[in-house]
């Protein structure tokens, strides 16, 4: 039997502005075809992590791994090379605003392949068509609403068939129906494409249902306090903070003051 | 110690003051627990909770136990959740001015901070024009053509106006000192000169940055606020190559060119006042005008174009670039912009006037 993967490693990540620490010592390890959630509650640092990993933000200290190679040491020229085996898919969709969604699906195309006009423009309809844009080629991101941005953003991070695909809240502001439409679309992903998929999200029906590992990290800790399967942490984790989180406070589980609780770090 | 409370006690009328309740607390030795009569309370709203907040306070700071039975179990309630959350330590910000040295020290690193961002992107702009002459930066066609159709053919009719105008009051200024000595056709001269040499490209400047400047560091601060910008970063798209050096060589290229059209705004003003205030001949004007203006003249104004053109657009784009992401940055990346655009106009005529002056041209 083949084992785990390992394809994205952190190791000892420490998350600093300025003075200001936001996280430390962070280490956990993505596999590739993973699902992986990055969870914990507002403010505690999910989406700088996330740009830590994506080559936006340099670590106060550690490392990020994409296999065997050290992201943040690589040379530039290299660095730059491994970002284009990424794909990410911002909050608001980030799609640029001056360019129509085929536009904006083609730009790395363009830009990174030799391929002729005619062929980078059928490779961006299959794309958009792919998130169920077909059609919506020739409209500026102003005039679609917010759930078809983060498709046509989703669209666009697929455009170089990446390794990794990142998505940052995919479901914050969308519908029920419209986030769920949104996971199926990760998990199609994953499952046709074999992507290891990393998603930055609090919200927990998505998590329970397209998750297969996850982070947990605590913003009153400082560092992460809890990784595995989030169903299994559901189940096994008795940190009181993972499990009111997990539970949406229901658990009622309480903290004993100047006594933290011990991590769950699941295998 | 009891404290009855009776009648309304809603925000629209007087509160009481929290001082009886202070002076019977200390009066009082700390053994006593502090009680609520509410038999004869009518309605309340917020502003009951903030009188008994402040009396939960004042009690906690003197070591006094407070007893909330009395209250309505809304009111209980209600404060339990106001203090359900310790408040988190170090949360609070000081409300204290700082010290003046401090002031001042924060404002020399500020400075500091600013002028080594400002150096920085002063330095890869530049890297980026270099990958532009060894044709390896990237940007698309479209959106210089679009930006050259924004700073060119869109700008015209603001540039006619000031100009324009800013001729006809060179003019007038001039007439009134120049008429004293019958020598009104020297105005063709002031406004030839003044216009061709530094009041065209002042002005052209100017307009470029509250117009051209503040929408580059608004479009470039909405695309942060919006992580287009981030979007670009990870795409591996350098945003120096793919919005600001379009916008550089744009303004660079068309400022010199609006100039000259500004320096002829700018005469056609002077000749209308000439013509129809000091009655001088059309044909009469514009020969005086011609034998006025040097060569030099023209290239000084030209010159002086182009620097404004890369003053205006690095300002613009720099501060849209460090543009924070909220709406209210934006608002302030704009401003910023036209602020650092207008004074750095300022500050390179004053150069390049003291340059001319120094090399006698």
Sequence with gaps: MIGPDPHIIVKDLTMAYGSYVLQRDLSFTVNRGDVFIIMGGSGCGKSTLMRHLIGLKAPATGSVFYGPMNFWEAEPRERERMMRRFGVMYQSGALWSSLTLAENVALSLELYTTLKPAEISEIASLKLALVGLAGFEEYYPAEISGGMKKRAGIARAMALDPEVLFFDEPSAGLDPVSARLLDDLILELRESLGTTVVVVTHELASIFAIANNSVFIDAARKTMIATGDPKRLLKECANPTVRNFLTRGEAKAEENPGELAAPCFLA | ?361
């Design chain 2, 1 to 361: 110690m009891r404290i009855s409370l009776s009648g309304e006690w809603r925000l629209v009328n007087q509160l009481p003051s929290l001082e009886a309740v202070a002076g019977e607390l200390a009066a009082t030795d700390g053994s006593t627990a502090v009680a609520f009569d509410t038999r004869e309370l009518g309605s309340w709203d917020s502003g009951l909770l903030t009188f008994l907040m402040a009396v939960i306070a004042l009690c906690a700071q003197r070591n006094v136990a407070v007893e909330r039975g009395g209250l309505p179990p809304g009111v209980n309630r209600l404060l339990t959740l106001a203090t359900a959350v310790p408040e988190r330590q170090g949360a609070r910000r000081g409300s204290g001015c700082l010290p003046l040295l401090a002031r001042i020290g924060e404002a020399a690193c500020d400075f500091w901070r600013s002028l080594l961002e400002m150096l920085e992107f002063i330095g890869e702009s530049a890297a980026a024009f270099v990958r532009l002459l060894t044709g390896k930066a990237r940007f698309r066609r479209a959106d210089l053509l679009q930006i050259l159709q924004e700073c060119s053919a869109e700008a015209l009719p603001i540039v006619s106006l000031i100009t324009l105008l800013v001729g006809l009051i060179l003019a007038f200024v001039g007439a009134i000192q120049l008429k004293l000595f019958g020598a009104q056709i020297y105005v063709a001269d002031l406004v030839g000169i003044g216009m061709v040499r530094a009041m065209g490209a002042i002005m052209t400047g100017i307009i470029m940055a509250g117009r051209t400047g503040a929408a580059f560091a608004a479009r470039i601060g909405t695309m942060q606020v919006n992580e287009e910008i981030d979007a670009l970063q990870t795409t591996g798209v350098s945003p120096m190559e793919f919005l600001v050096l379009p916008r550089m060589l744009v303004l660079a290229l068309m400022m010199p060119l609006l100039c000259l059209y500004a320096d002829l705004m700018g005469i056609l003003g002077g000749l209308i006042v000439g013509v129809l205030g000091l009655d001088l001949g059309v044909i009469e004007y514009c020969q005086e005008t011609v034998r006025a203006i040097s060569l030099t003249n023209v290239w000084i104004g030209l010159f002086s174009g182009f620097v404004y053109g890369i003053l205006v657009a690095l300002a613009g784009c720099m501060r849209g670039m460090q543009c924070g992401r909220s709406a209210s940055a934006v608002g302030d990346a704009t401003t910023s912009a036209v602020v650092t655009g207008i004074v750095s106009i300022v500050v390179a005529t004053a150069i390049i006037t003291v340059l001319c002056n120094i090399l006698g041209i």
